[in-house]
């Protein structure tokens, strides 16, 4: 028994020296062949460098790039302080502030340090960080109201339009501060002085027989909005006025008086009626003046000479030169109520009671008259009513 059993002993003592020197012989081979890879990857690497230098440069670049984002979410949650002591609403406070004052401050002071809607900026110590400014890209510049009365000098392009425009007028401000532009709105001269008010309104010289009821009544305005205007300086309760005196009219409207040329006696041509249906007078012209207050016609741009057309059948009522503006004109009339005028011509090319058909040559483009260069005044009169043509037209 005792024999069996140091022979099991040994056996099992044999068995795991052959193991373990199994084991060694497998961990050499295992280290031998690693030693070896890793030596000729070096070798590799240093024999042929240049080939790496892409990925390496890649590698780096990418792990810059984490290292800049880890960095940035790192301070980000950090809580700077204002500044190095704390500081408190009443240490913040001016040093000779007292009394009502003092009062006053302290609470424009804690509406400063107090968040939206009432959330307090405090870090819950008693201490304020900084106020945040709330991200404001764009600059609001306000609108200041003018003083008084301006003087404009008239460039090249502009137009009354253009210049009301620019001061947030209407047109009909520029027209009724401006006698000269008044009797002539598309007839500007660069140089010319065009004054400008500083409200809409109108502007009048005082006579000898004016006072603020005739005033008031002939520019459609309450009395009381004449005297009170803060541009006009009377001097309450009696607000006199003198001769001379220029005063605005705030909101004043002046009556449109249309120009009236001699029109035609004679008999009507056989035939010679409208049919009320227009067409443009230009062909392929372009609309340089619109139709507003102070010009009820369009303006159509083309080259001088170029074709103008009856815009409907009628007859000539007026062939002519004008002297209201118009230079070389001719009136059509449509028989049927209807007028159409034709002015700042070069050439005429029919007479007076003589009969025409929608779209006859009848004239050519001009820049006659009140004009500052080559184009057609339109207008059409409906028993003698300014219309805007543009209504008219296809």
């Known amino acids: 028994m005792k024999k069996s059993m140091q022979i099991s002993q040994r056996k099992v003592l044999s068995f795991a020296i052959e193991g373990g020197q199994a084991l060694r012989r497998g961990l050499e081979n295992v280290f031998v062949r690693a030693f070896a890879w890793l030596a000729t990857t070096v070798y590799r690497c240093a024999g042929d460098w240049r080939g790496w230098r892409p990925f390496l440069t890649r590698t780096s670049a990418h792990l810059a790039v984490v290292v800049v984002a880890v960095a940035v979410i790192g301070l980000n949650s950090v809580k700077w302080p204002a500044q190095t002591g704390s500081v408190s609403a009443m240490s913040a406070l001016p040093a000779a502030a007292s009394g009502e004052d003092f009062v006053g401050s302290t609470e424009t002071l804690m509406l400063e340090l107090n968040g939206k809607n009432g959330?307090?900026?405090?870090?819950?110590?008693?201490?304020?960080?900084?106020?945040?400014?709330?991200?404001?890209?764009?600059?609001?510049?306000?609108?200041?109201?003018?003083?008084?009365?301006?003087?404009?000098?008239?460039?090249?392009?502009?137009?009354?339009?253009?210049?009301?425009?620019?001061?947030?007028?209407?047109?009909?401000?520029?027209?009724?501060?401006?006698?000269?532009?008044?009797?002539?709105?598309?007839?500007?001269?660069?140089?010319?002085?065009?004054?400008?008010?500083?409200?809409?309104?109108?502007?009048?010289?005082?006579?000898?027989?004016?006072?603020?009821?005739?005033?008031?009544?002939?520019?459609?305005?309450?009395?009381?909005?004449i005297a009170t205007c803060e541009y006009n300086n009377l001097a309450p309760p009696d607000y006199t006025i003198k001769e001379g005196d220029r005063l605005i009219i705030p909101g004043g409207e002046k009556p449109y008086v249309p120009k009236v040329v001699t029109s035609y006696t004679g008999s009507v041509p056989g035939g010679a009626r409208g049919t009320g249906r227009f067409q443009w007078p230009v062909v392929g012209a372009r609309i340089t003046q619109g139709f507003w207050h102070g010009h009820r016609a369009i303006d159509l741009g083309a080259p001088t000479g170029s074709a103008v057309q009856a815009a409907d059948g009628g007859f000539v009522s007026f062939a002519g030169w004008t002297d209201v503006g118009y230079g070389y004109l001719i009136v059509i009339d449509h028989a049927n109520g209807f007028a159409t005028y034709y002015a700042h011509l070069s050439n005429i090319y029919v007479e007076v009671g003589q009969a025409v058909e929608r779209g006859q040559v009848i004239g050519a483009v001009g820049s006659t008259g009140w004009s500052t260069g080559p184009h057609l005044h339109f207008e059409i009169r409906y028993y003698g009513e300014q219309l805007n043509p543009r209504a008219h037209l296809p």
């Open 119 to 225: 959330e307090s900026l405090s870090n819950g110590n008693g201490t304020y960080g900084a106020v945040p400014r709330m991200a404001q890209p764009h600059t609001t510049i306000p609108e200041r109201p003018r003083l008084g009365v301006e003087t404009y000098i008239v460039q090249a392009g502009d137009t009354v339009q253009s210049i009301a425009a620019a001061y947030n007028l209407e047109p009909t401000t520029i027209m009724w501060a401006n006698p000269t532009i008044e009797d002539a709105p598309d007839l500007l001269r660069i140089g010319q002085e065009v004054i400008i008010l500083p409200i809409d309104g109108a502007y009048h010289t005082v006579t000898a027989d004016d006072t603020l009821d005739s005033l008031a009544e002939t520019y459609k305005v309450v009395s009381m909005t």
